[in-house]
T-cell receptor, first 113, second 113 residues
């Protein structure tokens, strides 16, 4: 049982390049999330998908897009990377949107130079 | 809006001593509260949650948390700390309409032998 799997684990981009972070969960969860973690700021929600077919903005959505490809997969795309997007990105999933614990992937460390 | 605060950036404890990691919350409506732990270079792991019922919630690895409605607090506790408990601890509150979990900034717990 893999849980939440994120790829890649590490990535270095040049300013202006694009990339897609992939996330898949095998727990049959309905809701999925993308967070970024920056020192001293905790985790901040970028986008979430309450259920298959829906996506919504979180606290810090600017510069990102997401796709809920199916119930298992939720991808995060950076169209034109900026140094301010240097961060550690976590994908997570939960059975429902509210009142249930989330399970996290191991993270993607992204550096934009 | 829902929010949580972790007033201590770091907590230092000697092995074998009790530990407390503090969390206060601000919510509209009933609070749904969570604690997560993050080990170096890993994703967050769920420890415990309070939804309703007993104010003392027991979780993984011997941790427990006390919900105090009058003080709007949800402090994490353990009777006897282990060196292996050293990690980053996050308190979180259900985000309601904001989507899933709202995290505090985290508290680094350091347990010395």
């Amino acid at each position: 049982n893999a849980g939440v799997t994120q790829t890649p684990k590490f990535q270095v981009l040049k300013t202006g390049q694009s990339m897609t972070l992939q996330c898949a969960q095998d727990m049959n969860h309905n809701s999925m999330y993308w967070y970024r973690q920056d020192p001293g700021m905790g985790l901040r929600l970028i986008y979430y998908s309450a259920s298959e077919g829906t996506t919504d903005k979180g606290e810090v959505p600017n510069g990102y897009n997401v796709s809920r490809l199916n119930k298992r997969e939720f991808s995060l795309r950076l169209e034109s990377a900026a140094p301010s997007q240097t961060s550690v990105y976590f994908c997570a999933s939960s059975l429902y949107l509210l009142n249930t614990e989330a399970f996290f992937g191991q993270g993607t460390r992204l550096t934009v130079v | 809006a829902q929010s949580v605060a972790q007033p201590e950036d770091q907590v230092n404890v000697a092995e074998g001593n009790p530990l407390t990691v503090k969390c206060t919350y601000s919510v509209s409506g009933n609070p749904y509260l969570f604690w997560y732990v993050q080990y170096p270079n890993r994703g967050l792991q769920f420890l415990l949650k309070y939804i309703t019922g007993d104010n003392l919630v027991k979780g993984s690895y011997g941790f427990e948390a006390e919900f105090n409605k009058s003080q709007t607090s949800f402090h994490l506790k353990k009777p006897s700390a282990l060196v292996s408990d050293s990690a980053l601890y996050f308190c979180a509150v259900d985000g309601g309409s904001q989507g899933n979990l709202i995290f505090g900034k985290g508290t680094k717990l350091s347990v010395k032998p």
